[in-house]
């Protein structure tokens, strides 16, 4: 499993095919992007986009924990976000 290799391939939320995607998006917050050259700062998520995902919402939080991330919870529509 590897980082999204730059901004063009990144998937967004509302179109994560499951949970190596969201794993993806996740290795590119902690690591930046696979082209070496730029970084993402966050990745937002709502759990309505993970279970349309097929993503249980006990592996978005273990996850961000497992990578050593932060997992905030902004509130309504904005979802959670996940960043160093």
């Known amino acids: 499993m590897q980082a999204f290799n730059s901004a063009a391939d990144l998937i967004q939320p509302e179109n994560l095919q499951g949970p190596s995607d969201l794993y993806a998006a996740m290795l590119t917050v902690k690591n930046g992007f696979a082209n070496g050259q730029t970084t993402l700062g ?22 961000a924990q497992v990578l050593g991330l932060k997992f905030e919870n902004r509130h309504g529509r904005y979802g959670h976000m996940v960043s160093k």
Request: charge should be positive.
């Open 42 to 63: 966050s990745y937002s998520i709502t759990k309505a986009q993970a279970k349309k995902a097929g993503i249980d919402w006990e592996f978005v939080a273990a996850s």
